[in-house]
């Protein structure tokens, strides 16, 4: 399989059903990995987590983790 660089993925084209928009309530189970897109249209990963550090001890839902415990906003 041919690598691809940077350069060459501008021209790729990928289709994604199933999304869920979590504005709506519509929030992914505990501690499930998402795909993510951001506003500037990149893609990022992020683990959903409901423990109570990440709820603010229950004033919002969950909010999306990466590896090293950082926060990802939900907007």
């Known amino acids: 399989m041919e690598e691809k660089t940077a350069n060459m993925a501008e ?42 550090y990440a709820t603010e001890g229950g004033k919002q839902p969950g909010a999306f983790r990466q590896a090293r415990g950082c926060f990802i906003d939900a907007d």
Request: aromatic letters at 14%.
């Open 11 to 52: 021209n790729i084209r990928v289709t994604f059903t199933g999304f869920h928009y979590i504005k709506d309530g519509d929030y992914p189970n505990d501690f499930e990995v998402c795909l993510r897109i951001l506003k500037d249209n990149s893609l990022s990963a992020g683990c959903w987590d409901t423990g109570l």
